[in-house]
């Protein structure tokens, strides 16, 4: 089947870096999106990566190591502001998105 | 620019009530529809998507239905209510000749079953 893992949720201080995994398996493969959402609120798009590598947004970048099936959201320089889920979504070989739970991001004075 | 207009904002409804909800696109033409539920501490359920006037494809079964009269509306509805059905509903657009579908969200409904 397909499935998307992410850890539920995590805990970190402002200023700091933050990395958030997530695991996916899917039948076939057409990229990995990660999506901000803040409570009550919509998701909004983050980023997108279909080749393995580092893609570098400001202060987020995203891994992807298509192999492993393995994706991180890495968060640099926390701010209050930051606290939201995130979360993962792969697209399979239909292109229909495989979501993630969502990873709640806590972020601490 | 592309905006996308869901409506109502949120909503209480009683149980067998009829459901409809809104969801509008504007500055892009046949864009890909989506409606997703999100419960709570959960991930995104997609329920149905379009991609092209009358064309709806349903993902899971259960009472709701999609339609699509225009281009760029993407409507939500049920006949009758049930507990079950209250959570977060999302529509979504991504452009329709791209393979890499980034979505963009409307800001939500989120109805409540009593």
Known sequence: GQNIDQPTEMTATEGAIVQINCTYQTSGFNGLFWYQQHAGEAPTFLSYNVLDGLEEKGRFSSFLSRSKGYSYLLLKELQMKDSASYLCAASDSNYQLIWGAGTKLIIKP | ?114
């Open chain 2, 1 to 114: 620019s592309q905006t996308i207009h869901q409506w109502p904002a949120t909503l209480v409804q009683p149980v067998g009530s009829p459901l409809s909800l809104e969801c509008t696109v504007e500055g892009t033409s046949n864009p890909n529809l989506y409606w997703y539920r999100q419960a709570a501490g959960r991930g995104l359920q997609l329920l149905f998507y379009s991609v092209g006037i009358g064309q709806i494809s349903s993902e899971v079964p259960q009472n709701l239905s999609a339609s699509r009269p225009q281009d760029r509306q993407f409507i939500l509805s049920s006949k009758k209510l049930l507990l079950s059905d209250s959570g977060f509903y999302l529509c979504a657009w991504s452009p329709g000749d791209s393979g890499a579908n980034v979505l963009t969200f409307g800001a939500g409904s989120r109805l409540t079953v009593l």
